[in-house]
């Protein structure tokens, strides 16, 4: 600790008996045994208080890797990368609402509409006959364009023409509704496939 050794102890012993004398040196060893003993309690305090400060520290130092950590969510990073797969799909829902809505039915000519005093009434599907079973002509009932007319003038049975009348389709705005989604929801899809290509 201070590099003493034997022989400056006995000598520092000498000095004191000499010094001090026989009689007073044991209370005098006591007095300087509590004084150091003191000093080693104080020095103990004074670490003890600096450890705890150090802890204390740490513990900030933890606290805020904690806090950190909490803020790095991995749930916040999935959000984010979802994000744009988000926005495509609003962009197809909106492209699907778009195309399906239809505000009002424009007239091809409302000056030749009559005024009354009834009030229009938008036609629902019961206002339509209903549509019968389509039958599936077999594909040799089939003629090319312009043939049918003159199969008929060759005598034929009138076919091409049975043939054509079942492939007629009647158009209802359901239906029109219904084939308009279907390509704007076609149209919404081939849009995002793009973008995600692009990007």
């Given at each position: 600790?201070?590099?003493?050794?034997?022989?400056?102890?006995?000598?520092?012993?000498?000095?004191l008996i000499v010094v001090v004398g026989p009689k007073d040196l044991p209370p005098m060893l006591r007095a300087f045994g509590?004084?150091?003993?003191?000093?080693?309690?104080?020095?103990?305090?004074?670490?003890?208080?600096?450890?705890?400060?150090?802890?204390?520290?740490?513990?900030?130092?933890?606290?805020?890797?904690?806090?950190?950590?909490?803020?790095?969510?991995?749930?916040?990073?999935?959000?984010?990368?979802?994000?744009?797969?988000?926005?495509?799909?609003?962009?197809?829902?909106?492209?699907?609402?778009?195309?399906?809505?239809?505000?009002?039915?424009?007239?091809?000519?409302?000056?030749?509409?009559?005024?009354?005093?009834?009030?229009?009434?938008?036609?629902?599907?019961?206002?339509?006959?209903?549509?019968?079973?389509?039958?599936?002509?077999?594909?040799?009932?089939?003629?090319?364009?312009?043939?049918?007319?003159?199969?008929?003038?060759?005598?034929?049975?009138?076919?091409?023409?049975?043939?054509?009348?079942?492939?007629?389709?009647?158009?209802?705005?359901?239906?029109?509704?219904?084939?308009?989604?279907?390509?704007?929801?076609?149209?919404?899809?081939?849009?995002?496939?793009?973008?995600?290509?692009?990007?």
């Amino acid at each position: 600790m201070l590099d003493i050794g034997w022989s400056e102890l006995l000598v520092i012993a000498v000095i004191l008996i000499v010094v001090v004398g026989p009689k007073d040196l044991p209370p005098m060893l006591r007095a300087f045994g509590k004084m150091t003993t003191r000093l080693r309690k104080t020095a103990g305090e004074f670490r003890a208080q600096f450890d705890d400060a150090l802890r204390e520290a740490d513990m900030d130092d933890l606290r805020k890797t904690i806090g950190d950590a909490q803020k790095l969510n991995p749930a916040n990073a999935l959000r984010d990368a979802m994000n744009p797969l988000r926005q495509m799909g609003a962009d197809i829902k909106a492209d699907l609402q778009r195309a399906t809505h239809v505000d009002h039915f424009p007239l091809a000519d409302a000056s030749g509409i009559a005024a009354s005093d009834q009030p229009l009434v938008p036609m629902t599907d019961a206002d339509f006959p209903p549509l019968g079973p389509i039958d599936n002509p077999h594909p040799s009932q089939f003629s090319p364009r312009g043939s049918a007319s003159s199969h008929n003038q060759r005598g034929g049975s009138g076919v091409g023409k049975s043939a054509r009348s079942r492939r007629e389709l009647i158009v209802t705005p359901s239906s029109v509704a219904h084939a308009s989604a279907k390509a704007a929801s076609r149209s919404a899809v081939r849009r995002a496939f793009r973008k995600s290509d692009r990007s």
